[in-house]
């Protein structure tokens, strides 16, 4: 099956001013447009056509690294225009407050967690929250990586790549974390992908 670039799921501006038209129309049409081309190109040939985006993620790690890095790069990225919304960030639903609380010491404690993860992410790559083993984690990863290589199901990520908050935030990598959790953070996306994982 070959890689698709869908729409964004809201206008380019709906998310501003945490994060601007610029930044979106930049990100998701030439960042993520280049990693469903490439990824394409790369595919073919590949052994690997025919397979779920998944398959191809996990298939590709350690063997083919110029497609895992696209492949990679393209689940990343097709879920997290869906971790981000409008008025996003607040309260969480009932169920995954419950698991945050259990596995992870409770929201402040995983929100520190996370945008710490981020913040000492050395260069570009990504911060998550994933389920592993029937447990909620907070992870980190470099570069077009994900939890799905390690063993676990990203149920929420933010890119750190410097494309994702260079325009908005320049350097300032921390307030750019603080307003995805805080302002932009689709808690309902999160809890679809925590039900399916768990
Ligand atoms: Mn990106």
């Not at 993520?32 to 595919?43: E, F, I, R, S």
């Not at 919304?85 to 404690?109: V, W």
């Not at 520190?112 to 929250?129: E, R």
């Not at 907070?138 to 933010?158: D, F, R, S, W, Y």
Request: glycine fraction near 10%.
């Amino acid at each position: 099956m070959s890689f698709k670039l869908e729409d964004l799921p809201y206008a380019y501006d709906a998310l501003a001013p945490y994060m601007s038209a610029e930044t979106l129309e930049y990100h998701h049409d030439k960042h993520h447009q280049a990693y469903v081309t490439n990824g394409n190109k790369l595919l073919e040939g590949s052994g690997l056509e025919g397979k779920s985006l998944e398959e191809v993620v996990k298939e590709s790690y350690g063997t083919n690294a110029g497609l895992f890095n696209n492949a990679g790069q393209h689940y990343n990225h097709l879920h997290f225009w869906k971790w981000m919304k409008p008025n996003g960030g607040g309260a969480l639903p009932a169920a995954l407050a419950k698991k945050i609380e259990e596995d992870l010491g409770g929201y402040d404690k995983f929100r520190a967690d996370f945008i710490n993860a981020g913040v000492t992410q050395f260069g570009s790559g990504w911060a998550w929250l994933a389920v592993k083993d029937g447990k909620l984690v907070v992870m980190k990863t470099p570069n077009g990586e994900n939890p799905l290589v390690h063993g676990a199901t990203p149920i929420l990520g933010c890119d750190v790549w410097e494309h994702s908050y260079y325009i908005d935030y320049r350097n300032a990598r921390p307030k750019y974390l603080e307003a995805f959790v805080d302002n932009l953070v689709n808690w309902e996306y999160v809890e679809e992908l925590f039900n399916k994982a768990i």
